[in-house]
């Protein structure tokens, strides 16, 4: 073989060597940080008689694609769902999925990654991984003023219907975030800011 065909030669499996090397890169999604405005969560409408009616409807959540919509609430397309003070996980007694959650104590934007210690919760018919109740998971609630008011330094660590993780913070229950909700406010409208980890690790940097 002349010099000529070797190089030839040695050009072609470089180039060969290349593409295959190109080809085995894959691009890494970057972590979803968003803050969510004003998500209805089942609101109550005037009936015909002038009373307060609620659907019983949830809003199914999925972190990376948004409102999921209610016919796909027996699949693992959704995360999360909400309806009043009600948050379920998609897993367990609530759903097909792999999701369950974390109530934490801490400081949303300190939280890096999840802790190893951590234990995930299911849905079960007498107990959810996000439990409901003033004091109880997520939420206060003030009796004398009817006012419901997300507690501090809580987060809720969510495994999500497919075994991904995220982290989010319920900021406001009321429409339009009112710094100071009070009688007139429209409840059952959720504002909270999340982080998503789409590539499946449990750090959300």
């Known amino acids: 073989m002349n010099s000529f065909k070797k190089i030839i030669l040695f050009t072609v499996s470089v180039s060969l060597f290349l593409s295959c090397k190109k080809d085995e ?45 209610n016919a796909d609430s027996t699949t693992n397309k959704w995360d999360v769902a909400f ?30 990654e999840i802790p190893a210690s951590s234990t995930f919760a299911q849905d079960s018919k007498t107990v959810l991984a996000i439990p409901t109740g003033s004091g109880k998971g997520w939420y206060n609630y003030d009796a004398p003023t009817n006012i419901i008011s997300p507690i501090a330094g809580k987060v809720l660590l969510i495994r999500t219907g497919d ?32 982080a998503y980890q789409p590539d499946g690790s449990l750090k959300f940097n």
């Open 25 to 69: 890169v894959t691009i890494k999604e970057p972590v979803k940080a968003e803050t969510v405005k004003d998500l209805a969560a089942d609101p109550t409408t005037i009936s015909g008689t002038g009373q307060p009616v609620a659907s019983g409807k949830f809003t199914f959540y999925n972190f990376k694609n948004g409102i999921v919509p």
């Open 83 to 112: 309806r009043g003070t009600t948050i379920l996980t998609n897993g367990g007694s609530s759903g097909t999925g792999q999701g369950g959650a974390v109530v934490l104590n801490g400081i949303f934007d300190e939280i890096k």
């Open 163 to 194: 075994g991904k993780y995220a982290k989010i913070e319920i900021l406001n229950y009321y429409k339009g975030a009112p710094a100071k909700p009070d009688a007139n406010s429209v409840a059952r409208h959720y504002t909270f800011r999340f």
